[in-house]
């Protein structure tokens, strides 16, 4: 049987400098079940990581996740992902833009970040089409998605029944205001 999720939304509306009005979740519960079980969806947006901000710290990090180095393109990917504020998403193509790179790789450094939820919140990075998108190497849905779910409408971000950001959220929610940092 394939999995069924129940979202409930308890909504209120908010405005842009623009006037523009959209429906925006306030609380969301978010439940995932499986025949007769029930999935913990993992909705923290809290946890703050220890994030190398000196260029000696960053040449000798290593990926809790993987094991590996850090590499500079995927620093540079957590630098723009860290800009995005609490409540608004972006793009894989908004931070590959950015960044004169490919939406992929954006999507690739993001699927291991060791620095997740805070101070990289990767959760908050969706598809061009504003689709939930992946999370954690899974796409469109799945428990881990589930919880990209979850941490997003703790935050405030709702969705249609196609899982993209509401119509009327979007002008409110995009984030693309991004400052590369220069490199030395």
Not at 57 to 86: H, M, W
Not at 101 to 130: F, M
Request: contains cysteine; glycine residues 6%; positive net charge.
């Amino acid at each position: 049987m394939p999995a069924q999720r129940i979202l409930r939304r308890f909504s209120s509306t908010h405005s842009n400098d623009a006037g523009n009005t959209a429906v925006i979740a306030s609380k969301a519960t978010l439940t995932v079940e499986r025949s007769n079980e029930t999935d913990v969806v993992n909705d923290d947006i809290t946890t703050t990581k220890v994030f190398p901000t000196k260029k000696e710290d960053r040449e000798n990090a290593v990926n809790s996740e993987t094991g590996r180095r850090v590499t500079p393109f995927q620093f540079q990917v957590y630098d723009l992902c860290a800009q995005i504020p609490k409540g608004k998403v972006s793009t894989y193509k908004h931070i590959s833009d950015a960044l004169n790179a490919s939406p992929r790789a954006v999507g690739q450094a993001l699927k291991i970040n060791p620095y997740a939820p805070l101070p990289v919140p990767c959760h908050r990075v969706l598809d061009s089409k504003l689709f939930i998108g992946g999370f954690q190497g899974q796409w469109g849905s799945g428990g881990k998605v589930n919880n990209k779910r979850a941490k997003l409408a703790k935050e405030g971000v709702i969705f249609d029944d196609s899982d993209h950001v509401r119509k009327e959220a979007r002008e409110l929610v995009v984030f693309t205001d991004f400052v590369v940092p220069k490199t030395a």
